[in-house]
């Protein structure tokens, strides 16, 4: 009986570890997407799709805290905008969502947690799973926001601020269709007491092909090795953009995109 008794109050005693703010978020977001995945699409399940979406908002902000991104909205959005599992764009990264007009600047506020688990979801799309090389790999800054695939040209050399634990910028071109060109998006991501904050400028500088790298591009294409064509080009751009951010640092328009993506950083960072 004392037995019995002892069990009982330790039953009552210990305490039960409640979910923490992220995993709440997580939990629902999942019973959503389980929802809307196998549900029958019309008005009414996409009313209550954009019902879901808010109702994600509400708990992330939460989750997140107060943000104030300046030229951007202060009522932060889900950034995941769809739960239906085979939408396209499906997956983006868990967190507010800012975006100016026409989605030109677009502004992604989260926390370590959700980061880290959004990468663990990601690591069979062959993103890496430790958060520095993740800032450095073009699939992060494609998978995390739009729809669109993005190309990274080159690394831009900011100074960190002491209060941040990481900032990465990087200079790309976003897209649908063919990525080379003239890159002219700036993506800045930081850490900062937890959170993790990532701004991305489709037209934030004008740069210019270099002739050099055109060079490079023209030997890759002209190879008759490896005989798939999209395997070819692929190659191709990856010798491209390689050359590309070798180069970058010697060109015209570089300090200016440098200083760009250090004036984006601070704008993240700035409270």
């Not at 026409?102 to 890496?128: N, S």
């Amino acid at each position: 009986m004392k037995s019995l008794a002892l069990l009982c109050l330790l039953v009552v005693t210990t305490p039960v570890h409640a979910a923490t703010p992220e995993q709440t978020y997580l939990d629902l977001r999942d019973r959503y997407i389980a929802k809307f995945s196998n549900a029958k699409e019309n008005d009414e399940t996409f009313k209550q799709h954009d019902a879901a979406l808010e109702e994600l908002a509400r708990v992330l902000r939460g989750v997140v805290g107060p943000i104030t991104i300046k030229s951007l909205p202060t009522d932060g959005k889900s950034n995941v905008d769809t739960l239906f599992s085979g939408d396209s764009g499906f997956g983006h990264l868990d967190g507010l969502g800012f975006a100016s007009e026409g989605d030109k600047m677009q502004a992604v506020v989260t926390t370590t947690a959700l980061l880290k688990h959004w990468l663990r979801e990601h690591r069979e799309d062959g993103m890496p799973q430790e958060i520095g090389a993740a800032f450095k790999s073009d699939r992060f800054y494609y998978q995390a926001i739009q729809d669109a695939a993005f190309a990274k040209y080159a690394e831009l050399p900011i100074i960190k601020p002491a209060s941040a634990s990481a900032a990465v910028a990087v200079l790309g071109l976003r897209g649908n269709g063919g990525l080379k060109g003239a890159p002219q998006e700036i993506d800045v991501v930081a850490i900062k007491d937890d959170r993790v904050f990532f701004l991305a400028n489709t037209e934030a500088v004008k740069t210019a092909e270099i002739p050099a790298c055109e060079k490079v591009w023209n030997q890759m294409t002209a190879k008759k090795a490896p005989r798939d064509a999209m395997a070819r080009e692929d190659r191709a751009m990856d010798a491209y953009t390689r050359c590309f951010a070798k180069e970058a640092p010697s060109q015209r328009w570089y300090a200016a995109a440098v200083k760009k993506a250090q004036s984006e950083l601070e704008l993240l960072l700035s409270r």
